[in-house]
């Protein structure tokens, strides 16, 4: 196998078990291959693949976010209350909690690169304040009841009669050929990698260390809050509880895109499979309806298990070789 | 093995300041309300009763699941997994009790059986597959979680049986048998530890592996050990949980308990890096955790909203421990000696 | 750079240093461990401010806060360790940083072009999309240099870029020295290899404990006189080796270790060797000829792909260090900071660990027994430290390989690899060194000595394997273990290069 081929088998590999994944549900479930399944592949996880763009960014430079969920959360039930109590219109609520979600992520940023503090650690403790944030705001949800909601929710791009892409499947696709664009054609995405394989030699590089790691965050947590603003779009109203767990999602899609955990190595590509991975064994579980939801668990948790292992094994034999 | 000495001010200082400081607040609360709410332990039936008590009880799982958490922690790993571990143990006890009619004692010891099994998976994934900590217990807490909703079908199961009761009601000599349960473990843990080996052997793992390994030490089998032992004080947990609230709750139960655990490890002094560990420290930490807990609980605070505290501790814990801010704090207080 | 000074706390790094480059020479900064040069180099490169001093470049006086901004100022540093992105193609690695673009866009095509450039001037020929990972270390210290000369530097600082090259790849890093001297670069060359010094430097500073001791051209600094300026006195000749210390063991002995074609791929040929007691088997060649190799197959921590080890006559198995171990086999890496010490644990532990773990967990070593085999230790070895309490980090690197020696020692092997054992120590402690490693033959243990300093092997061997390029080339017995005879084995036959 030639080198080149060789690097690129983790991604190789996903793309493999997405047709696998996506044939498979066609031949067991009537329906499945539509236009339409395909299309809400997108549609029903775009917030969670907005997220998962954002945790490729810090993933790439070696770092980690648990707090993405709760920031999901928060961003809900903030500008919920900011419209409907407040009298907020959207658009200047949606800046509102962008500019929070940016302040707060430079906020964790810096406590991991200028206190040298783990962000494991950090973004937990930043998970408890966004959650413990959001209940203090209220403790139940919150409909929204302004107009605009409703006539942005009927925005989709129609182009042919069964092809139909709402509005968060179009933001979904602004986001990742935005993430796309980043990783692999600027210098901060570049530096982002670089710090990701070893920051000893970035910073020896003169690369901006700092000023990309938390840039990292920042932006991470700003895609987090537009992920927020996305699902209460979908859902109508803002809820506290929103996005539990779903930090572990985000990652495991980005690892499963074969982006390594440790950083340096990955490709933003990986995470839309990953994405459609994810979304496809959703889908086929609520198309079944026998199976379980916990199901989507141990599938997720079987994969992620296997990619690791694969990516190992190549990093393994790569390090052999040199 | 004699005690290590600690060359610099020891660890349990700020953990026991918190704690201190908490139970002042408390006093000075009852003080303003006029009448003792807080330190007031009276015995009824035998038992003891008062906030402190309750506090002790509350606070049992977190403690023992902290025991755990510190060996893996000072090994340089972490478990994810345990909190989905808990919920495992409680589902498993819940089926065989009520389901196949099992008696306690047996459905107790396959409940554990089956959480020390998952902590040797865990193990055997990091130790012997050489996966980073973080990502095999990541992938075992996803998939243990749903294991615990597949046992009982996706079902909250109630229990009805006095012997599985007692676990996390029960008192004995007055005091509630999960603290007990806490300081029998603990002594354990602490005589096995620093009477053999193996405390030395932990800590050394830790610090350098590789150097360990080089010097003959079987650090294959120490790091799946000390998983093994998270997985059973796991399970230990959640029987105690389950037992609490006489129900199995495959969705709730343990969730964000390894969060919790992991900090209190870190609160007590020992480094998520690895090496040098304090099973005490991570025992005040608990405590501190749970006193934090109970006092925002009573001042009102919905316990959605006390992570928000708990947040600002983690950080300030963080803070404290960061060489950074104690060279600006040295700056600001120049010590006389050097 | 005039009057250069540096602080850290409890130590005085740099005191009052001046230090000259010309264009169009190559320069050498010399100096023990210790003496201050990497500070110095870490003070031109903006890695520290400098406490007092100041520093020009081409007449212009200038504060370089980071490196980025050394780089700016006409100051390209390469380093002894590569220091770039292994997970990234080399053109990324020559351009990181200074990628050209349009309106924040990277041009890929014009990054691989430019790429292409930068190698064609050093006349290297490397693929630029391969992964900087998968090449040799000697082709990475090449693209680090190539990034280095991209800028328009007028100062190129080599540190140590040597260490990891072989024969071959030293000339031509020499002979792009030498060209770029021809384009008036001025070239600060940090080594501690004397011949390499000697074959392409003009000029050379010798540091000592943090003072400049004095500036000399190269011609006129015999060797001697170089190395008792840096050790700040006259060196007396070594004393040779006395004949009765080091006399092979009687004829028809059996050998404590034999191996039989052990062999592993990248690491070293099908070799065969005879280890035995009561004797010094030292083990000599350049850097990458397999010497640590092998010695990681003889202890387990790498396993050999074909081949047989015998112990006392009976096959052995390494599959990890403990088999090893067990069979009486004791290994001092060169590496202490990653291999040896644990370094947030106190002298004591690291003391009894290797004992303790041989013994298990279940067989705690009493405090009484701790305490006698540490003083022992601290005693005989010399061990400098407040006490046996002390985390081993704050020890010198001369005193932790004390200890990591005595770690070793109390397990009581029939048979101890050293590797590097004296490396980064003073001369004082080297002669302790040397001398237990002579008690410890006399005392009828196998010594296994790979050292990268000849008169190191000479000294102290009984015996001598040589290798070449991962394969036994000789070995040397009795009269012929003198330097020159040594040298010619280890080059092959030929007199080394200039």
């Not at chain 3, 540093?77 to 200074?98: M, P």
């Not at chain 3, 290297?124 to 999309?129: A, G, H, L």
């Not at chain 3, 009486?328 to 644990?345: M, V």
């Not at chain 3, 407040?386 to 048979?415: C, F, H, M, Y």
Request: with cysteine.
């Amino acid at each position: 196998m030639s080198p080149a081929l060789r690097r690129q088998l983790p991604l190789l590999a996903t793309a493999g078990i997405f047709l696998a994944l996506f044939v498979s549900a066609g031949c067991l479930y009537q329906g499945f291959f539509s236009a339409r399944s395909v299309v809400n592949l997108f549609a029903d996880n775009a917030f969670l693949g907005i997220t998962a763009v954002g945790m490729t960014l810090v993933i790439f430079a070696g770092g980690i976010d648990l707090s993405v969920g709760a920031v999901i959360g928060f961003t809900s039930i903030f500008t919920a209350t900011l419209i409907e109590r407040h009298g907020f219109h959207p658009a200047t609520a949606a800046v509102t909690a962008l500019a929070a979600g940016a302040l707060f992520g430079a906020g964790m940023g810096t406590l991991i690169h200028v206190f040298r503090q783990p962000p494991f650690l950090i973004t937990l403790a930043g998970m408890f304040l966004a959650r413990g944030g959001a209940f203090w705001i209220s403790t139940e949800s919150t409909g929204i009841t302004h107009p605009l909601y409703g006539k942005i929710t009927e925005i989709e791009w129609v182009i042919t009669e069964t092809i139909r892409l709402p509005l968060t499947a179009l933001i979904l696709g602004a986001v990742f050929i935005g993430g796309y664009l980043v990783a692999h054609f600027t210098r901060f995405g570049r530096n982002l990698l670089a710090v990701g394989d070893s920051e000893q030699s970035a910073l020896l590089m003169g690369l901006p260390v700092g000023g990309t790691k938390i840039g990292a965050y920042t932006i991470n947590s700003m895609l987090a809050v537009l992920a927020g603003l996305v699902a209460t779009l979908y859902t109508g109203s803002g809820n506290p509880s929103l996005g539990i767990g779903l930090e572990l999602d985000a990652i495991a899609i980005v690892v499963i895109g074969g982006t390594l955990l440790s950083g340096g190595r990955g490709h933003m590509l990986g995470t839309l499979l990953g994405i459609l991975v994810f979304g496809t064994i959703q889908a086929a579980i609520l198309f079944d309806g026998r199976l379980n939801p916990w199901w989507i668990r141990i599938v997720v948790g079987g994969l992620l298990l296997g990619f690791i292992l694969l990516q190992r094994a190549l990093v393994r034999s790569a390090a052999r070789r040199s | 093995m004699s005690k290590p000495v600690r060359h610099s001010r020891s660890p349990l200082l700020w953990p026991l300041i918190g704690l201190a400081f908490l139970i002042l607040l408390n006093v000075a609360m009852d003080l303003r309300a006029g009448e003792w709410k807080f330190l007031k332990i009276t015995m009824l039936d035998g038992h003891l009763y008062g906030l402190p008590v309750d506090i002790l009880n509350q606070g049992s799982r977190g403690m023992i699941l902290a025991l755990g958490m510190t060996l893996i922690i000072a090994t340089g790993g972490v478990d994810l997994a345990v909190g989905s571990l808990m919920a495992v143990a409680g589902s498993v006890a819940a089926v065989l009790l009520t389901k196949q009619g099992f008696s306690w004692p047996v459905a107790v010891t396959v409940a554990l059986a089956v959480t020390t099994l998952g902590g040797a998976v865990s193990g055997g994934l990091v130790a012997q597959l050489g996966v980073q900590p973080i990502v095999a217990t990541l992938i075992a807490m996803v998939v243990g979680r749903g294991v615990a909703q597949l046992v009982t079908s996706g079902d909250v199961v109630i229990i009805k049986n006095a012997g599985f009761e007692f676990l996390g009601n029960g008192f004995v000599f007055g005091v509630p048998f999960s603290v007990i349960l806490v300081m029998v473990l603990y002594f354990a843990a602490h005589s096995f530890l620093r009477k053999t080996a193996a405390g030395l052997f932990i800590e050394a793992v830790g610090d350098n592996e590789t150097a360990s390994r080089f010097a003959g030490l079987a650090a294959v089998r120490l790091k799946t050990f000390v998983y093994v032992f998270g997985g059973l004080c796991a399970g230990i947990a959640g029987l105690l949980a389950t037992s609490n609230i006489r129900a199995a709750d495959p969705y709730r139960a343990g969730l964000n308990m390894e969060l919790d655990a992991i900090f209190a490890v870190v609160v007590g002094g020992t480094a998520l890096t690895g090496g040098r560990f304090w099973l005490m420290g991570s025992l005040v930490g608990a405590l501190l955790l749970q006193t934090l807990t109970t006092t925002l609980y009573n001042l009102g605070v919905a316990p959605a909203v006390a992570t928000v505290p708990k947040a600002v501790l983690i950080i300030a814990v963080c803070l404290m421990q960061s060489d950074k801010t104690r060279n600006w704090l040295r700056g600001l207080f120049p010590r006389r000696s050097a | 750079m005039r009057g250069i000074g540096k602080k850290f706390p409890g130590v005085v790094a740099l005191d009052r240093v001046d230090f000259t480059v010309r264009s169009g020479e190559i320069h050498a900064l010399l100096g023990e461990n210790g003496a201050g040069k990497s500070t110095l180099i870490k003070v031109l490169t903006g890695v520290y401010a400098p406490d007092n001093g100041e520093i020009a470049l081409a007449g212009l006086c200038i504060r370089p806060q980071s490196p980025k901004a050394a780089e700016m100022a006409g100051v390209s540093t390469v380093y002894q360790e590569v220091n770039l992105i292994r997970s990234l193609s080399v053109a990324e690695n020559l351009t990181l940083g200074r990628q050209p673009g349009r309106l924040g866009f990277l041009n890929w095509k014009e990054i691989r072009r430019h790429a292409r450039e930068m190698l064609a001037r050093l006349e290297i020929d490397i693929d630029v999309d391969a992964e900087l990972g998968s090449l040799s270390v000697a082709l990475q210290q090449m693209v680090a240099i190539a990034r280095a000369l991209d800028l328009k530097a007028k100062l190129l600082v080599l540190d140590e870029p040597t260490a990891s090259l072989d024969e071959k790849e030293v000339a031509e890093l020499f002979a792009v020295m030498r060209r770029l001297r021809g384009e008036s670069m001025g070239i600060v060359f940090v080594t501690h290899f004397l011949d390499q010094v000697y074959a392409v430097t003009d000029r050379i500073t010798v540091l000592r404990n943090g003072t400049l001791v004095g500036e000399f051209p190269t011609a006129e600094l015999p060797r001697l006189a170089l190395v008792s300026k840096m050790l700040g006195r006259e060196v007396h000749d070594v004393a040779g080796r006395t004949a009765e210390a080091v006399a092979p063991s009687p004829l028809g002995s059996p050998a404590l270790l034999t191996t039989h074609g052990l062999t592993r791929r990248g690491a070293i040929q099908p070799i065969d060797l005879e280890i035995r007691s009561g004797e010094v088997t030292g083990l000599a060649g350049l850097l990458g000829s397999g010497r640590t190799e092998t010695a990681r197959l003889l202890f387990g921590i790498d396993q050999a792909e074909a081949g047989e080890i015998k112990v006392k006559g009976a096959n052995a198995q390494f599959d990890s260090p403990r088999d090893a171990i067990r069979l009486g086999l004791a290994f001092c890496s060169e590496d202490r900071k990653t291999e040896g010490i644990l370094p947030n644990l106190s002298v004591r532990e690291n003391l009894i660990f290797a004992l303790q773990a041989r013994r298990g967990a279940w067989r705690p070593l009493s405090t009484e027994e701790q305490t006698k085999w540490c003083d022992h230790s601290i005693a005989a070895l010399r061990i400098k430290t407040a006490d046996a309490e002390t985390p081993i980090k704050n020890l010198s690197g001369g005193n932790q390989q004390k200890v990591l020696l005595a770690r070793w020692l109390a397990t009581r092997p029939a048979l101890i690899i050293l590797d590097e054992p004296t490396r980064g120590i003073d001369i004082g402690a080297r002669g302790e060194i040397e001398q237990l490693i002579n008690k410890l033959r006399a005392d009828g243990m196998a010594v296994l000595l790979i050292s990268s300093e000849i008169e190191e092997i000479v000294r102290n061997s009984t015996r001598v394997v040589v290798l070449r390029e991962r394969r036994k080339t000789g070995e040397l017995n009795g009269a012929d273990i003198e330097t020159s005879k040594l040298m010619q084995a280890m080059a092959g036959g030929h007199t080394p290069h200039e």
